[in-house]
């Protein structure tokens, strides 16, 4: 933590780079630091490839993250947040190879440790208690666009507090948050119970293409692009509806199949207990958690089930 506080304090221009499809911990861990930094004054640019879920609007200061475009611009420190490996930032990545100075911030325990600076807790719930540590020992006084971004970092990646990661840490942590001005309420209706018709009856389309396995053990869906034009659904309206397959009593293992075209196929796991779905995502090149990860498929969607399948059948052979 010394070298990423002295590189801060050291740096006059500053690049912060979350994750392509970013989520509630990439998105809530960046902007805390933006904020924080422009309380020390810090020149500070905020990029990411893809667009911003229209669900975190919320956030003060999400309209500042931008795409990299044709960005030339060179910069005293670039750090990338919640990125486990460089083609994590995707076209981002050009913007921290220009760095005087890069930094990886982040909790996966996949990290490939590839900046110069290398600030990676596994044991963190997620990247936004380690922004949260970071912040305490910065010169400022934080305020309540910076607890309540960091909130909904943690919140997100604990699944409101109900995965495995989550610690009396966390807790503690959150406790400091809402002393600093977060609002648990308004986050908690804006974040998690705040759906769009679009997604209600994505839902409805997902949940009708459930089929069980392995003795109720496993309860995969899909999504094709021809369900998401009937109910005029984007991608970002299937985010959350992977855990209605993973709350049906007696499921270890839930997977969520999503068309992007013909022959890719976006997939995200969630397991309760037992299965390191990490694990399972790194056989399709992908990775994350233990308890949530994910990955492509480049086949037809048929032909991808029946190969996550296959994988599948070695924890379930038995």
């Known amino acids: 933590m ?34 924080a930094l422009d309380k020390m004054e810090k020149s500070v640019d905020v990029y990411c490839q893809d667009n911003i879920p229209s669900m975190f609007d919320f956030l003060d200061g999400v309209n500042r993250i931008t795409k990299p475009d044709q960005s030339t611009k060179n910069y005293d420190l670039v750090i990338a947040l919640d990125c486990s490996d460089p083609d994590r930032m995707g076209t981002c990545a050009p913007i921290m190879d220009r760095a005087i100075t890069s930094a990886n911030i982040d909790h996966h325990v996949s990290n490939t440790f590839y900046a110069n600076i290398n600030v990676v ?26 607890a309540e971004a960091l909130y909904t970092a943690i919140v997100s990646d604990t699944g409101r507090f109900s995965f495995s990661n989550t610690t009396s840490k966390t807790h503690r942590i959150v406790a400091h948050l809402i002393e600093w001005g977060a609002d648990v309420v308004k986050l908690s209706n804006l974040l998690f119970n705040n759906h769009s018709l679009e997604w209600v009856r994505l839902l409805g389309q997902a949940i009708n293409s459930l089929a069980i ?106």
């Open 213 to 318: 396995y392995y003795d109720g053990k496993v309860a995969i869906m899909h999504i094709t692009q021809a369900m998401m034009d009937r109910v005029g659904a984007t991608e970002e309206h299937s985010n959350g509806i992977i855990q209605y397959a993973k709350d049906i009593t007696g499921v270890e293992l839930a997977a969520l199949l999503r068309e992007v075209n013909d022959s890719t196929i976006k997939v995200s796991l969630r397991s309760q207990s037992i299965i390191d779905v990490s694990l399972l995502a790194q056989e399709f090149g992908g990775g994350g958690h233990k308890r949530a990860a994910g990955c492509t498929i480049n086949l037809p969607l048929i032909q991808a089930q029946e190969s996550l399948m296959k994988a599948i059948n070695s924890y379930f052979k038995e």
């Open 2 to 35: 010394n070298d990423i506080l002295q590189s801060i304090a050291q740096s006059s221009s500053i690049a912060l780079i979350t994750h392509i499809n970013p989520d509630g911990d990439a998105i809530g861990s960046t902007i805390a630091l933006m904020h």
């Open 121 to 146: 807790d596994e044991e963190a719930s997620a990247t936004g208690e380690i922004i949260y540590k970071l912040v305490t020992q910065l010169e400022i006084e934080p305020n309540k666009s910076i």
